[in-house]
């Protein structure tokens, strides 16, 4: 923090590049949020199972597919799994956001008191 200081008070410039800085390191890219095409996904494997169920009939339960079933929870809760971790992502970029206006409102302070 001294060495901030210290430059803070030679040049504003510093400060600027330090502010691109942190705030490149602290917005990484985590890729592409396919939450929509996953929570899509999952609305289709509701509704064929929800089908499955609904042809089952008193003389007909020796037909359901339970390999099929099987395959489509199984699915859907790899599915649902994702969907967790795309929103702890989405709540760690809140934070770091957070974090970086608060460095950047620290940084702007510093620059003002040279």
């Given amino acids: 923090m001294a060495a901030i200081m210290r430059m803070a008070k030679q040049s504003a410039d510093v400060l600027g590049t330090l502010k691109l800085h942190i705030g490149m390191g602290l917005k990484k890219d985590d890729g592409e949020d396919n939450s929509l095409d996953i929570q899509i996904r999952i609305a289709e494997i509701d509704a064929e ?26 699915e859907k809760n790899s599915l649902e799994q994702q969907l967790a971790q795309y929103d702890n992502i989405k709540q760690e970029k809140e934070n770091t956001e957070s974090r970086l206006d608060e460095i950047f409102t620290i940084l702007d302070g510093l620059a003002n008191h040279r």
């Avoid at 007909?60 to 099987?70: I, S």
């Fill in 49 to 74: 199972f929800k089908a499955m169920l609904q042809a089952i009939a008193t003389d007909t339960v020796e037909d359901f597919d339970e390999q099929r079933a099987t395959v489509l929870m199984a």
